[in-house]
Every structure is written in structure tokens, then in C-alpha cells.
């Protein structure tokens, strides 16, 4: 009995962290002219669970934090594709 409970309770503070804001860069290469970053950021904005964004025309980058448990890479790789600018992961830092 003592040993369920320190799972129960184990499970409850280890899962809200795995719920964490990532940080992700992505590579832009089709970003060629000062709209190209809007339409970029706004693709992202729609994706749930993402928080602040940093797009880069100069570097053809897009920067992106965002929640793990709603969304992960290839979600924010999908939607900058959908508005017409394939995109790579190039950088991940927690
Ligand atoms: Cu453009």
C-alpha cells in the first residue's frame, strides 16, 4: 500500500514536467521578402501550443517556443509547409 502511494504520487509531480516549453529553430530558406516573415509567423501562431515566436528574415530562421504536450516539431515543420515555406530543424534547446 505504501508503495502505491509513493507512485500515486510520484506520477503527480512528474507529469507537469512533462509538459515543457521547447525552443525550436527552424531553417526558412524560402523567405526571401519582408511579407514572407508574416505569413511564417502567422502559420505558426495557428498551431496550438505555441508561445512566442521570432521570425528572421535576414537569417531565414524562425525561432519557436512551444508547449511539448501540444504540439512538437514536425506539427510547426507541417504548418510552415502548408503556407508555402518548407521548412528544417536546425537548432533545439530546452
Ligand atoms: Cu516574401
Known sequence: MKKLLAMAALSVCVAPLWAATQTVTLSVPDMNCAACP???????????????????LARREATVMFDDAKTNADVLKRATKDAGYPSTVVGAAK
Open 38 to 56: 508574416i505569413t511564417v509567423k502567422k502559420a505558426l501562431t495557428k498551431v496550438p501550443g505555441v508561445g512566442k515566436i521570432d521570425v528572421n
